[in-house]
């Protein structure tokens, strides 16, 4: 099964474009961006994301940015309706990085409040049909809950994973 993810970056700058990307891959390359330490670019230094980019591009079956510029932000912002400001417009852009991934399932790191109303938005607003996962933090909560089931299932911890990180002192608190 193909999984994609969405995130966004640059949602409260002052300056520049609103980034929307998605990418998708397979299980094992799923397995290797989380090897790669692959996770929000908010976690992750400028140099970690130059060296860690052309690798992600390597690994997924499909990497698909859209740039949303100042002046369209500022139209919704300034003159949307309500429910129809940044966050329809970022849902609008959601939906076309979701319509390229080809994924069956897809994960997104919600900006709304309200998760549920933000993952029917983006139903609506798709044209090709998958299931939507719409969470705050869920960048964070998946990789977690990936390793969880891993432990669970295999009874270790992968060799792929960095297991002097709290991460896995949390899983292993919940599972003894």
Same mark, same amino acid.
């Given at each position: 099964m193909i999984l994609g993810g969405v995130d966004e970056a640059g949602r409260g700058s002052v300056a520049g474009p609103l980034v929307v990307a998605g990418v998708s891959?397979?299980?094992?390359?799923?397995?290797?961006?989380? %090897?790669?330490?692959?996770? %929000?670019?908010?976690?992750?230094?400028?140099?970690?994301?130059?060296?860690? !980019?052309?690798?992600?591009?390597?690994?997924?079956? !499909? /990497? +698909?940015? /859209? !740039?949303?510029?100042?002046?369209?932000?500022?139209?919704?912002?300034?003159?949307?309706?309500k429910y129809r400001k940044l966050n329809y417009l970022e849902a609008t852009y959601m939906a076309r990085v979701i319509d390229q991934l080809g994924a069956k399932k897809v994960i997104v790191d919600a900006p709304d409040t309200n998760p549920v109303r933000f993952r029917d938005e983006?139903?609506?607003?798709?044209?090709?049909?998958?299931? +939507?996962?719409?969470?705050?933090? /869920? %960048?964070?909560? !998946?990789t977690m809950k990936f390793l969880?089931?891993?432990?669970?299932?295999?009874?270790?911890?992968? %060799?792929?994973?960095?297991?002097?990180?709290?991460s896995w002192l949390r899983i292993l608190q919940l599972k003894l």
């Open positions: 891959a397979g299980r094992e390359g799923v397995k290797e961006l989380i %090897d790669l330490g692959v996770k %929000d670019s908010k976690l992750l230094t400028p140099r970690q994301r130059g060296l860690l !980019y052309p690798e992600i591009l390597r690994i997924t079956t !499909y /990497a +698909v940015p /859209a !740039y949303i510029l100042p002046p369209e932000i500022d139209e919704y912002v300034k003159h949307g309706k983006l139903l609506e607003l798709t044209e090709r049909r998958c299931e +939507v996962v719409a969470e705050h933090h /869920a %960048d964070i909560r !998946y969880s089931q891993w432990f669970e299932r295999e009874g270790s911890m992968p %060799d792929f994973t960095r297991k002097s990180w709290k």
